[in-house]
Nanobody
Framework: QVQLVESGGGLVQAGGSLRLSCSTS??????MGWFRQAPGKEREFVAS????????TYAGYVEGRFTISRDNAKNPVYLQMNNLKPEDKAVYYC?????????????????WGQGTQVTVSS
């Protein structure tokens, strides 16, 4: 059974940083991603990465502040979040895809974690 487990969320002041991690129970996936959902809003794409970290793509509202990374297809995937803003407050979800590439739509991901809360105070 595939389990994605996120960690690293918490409360931080605006301008601060957090690093999220997502473990995959040792299973390898060709593509991993992060999405987020704020209260009362739809889930939205944050970033995704291909196996080995060779390809990445970001949503415009996080580009330049967030960095997605992974060492190889089996290691955890990380989301380094810098210069956090109050509007970044959301539950952040890790997602895994069995398709090669780096995707932006939730429909392209097959497995999801339970989410980790990120709160940014102003």
């Amino acid at each position: 059974q595939v389990q994605l487990v996120e960690s690293g969320g918490g409360l931080v002041q605006a301008g601060g940083s957090l690093r999220l991690s997502c473990s995959t129970s040792g299973r390898s996936f060709p593509s991993m991603g992060w999405f987020r959902q704020a209260p009362g809003k739809e889930r939205e794409f944050v970033a995704s990465i291909s196996a080995g970290g060779g390809g990445t793509t970001y949503a415009g509202y996080v580009e330049g502040r967030f960095t997605i990374s992974r060492d190889n297809a089996k290691n955890p995937v990380y989301l380094q979040m810098n210069n956090l803003k109050p509007e970044d407050k959301a539950v952040y979800y890790c997602a895994a895809s069995v398709r090669v590439g780096y995707w932006r739509s939730g429909r392209d991901f097959d497995y999801w974690g339970q989410g980790t809360q990120v709160t940014v105070s102003s």
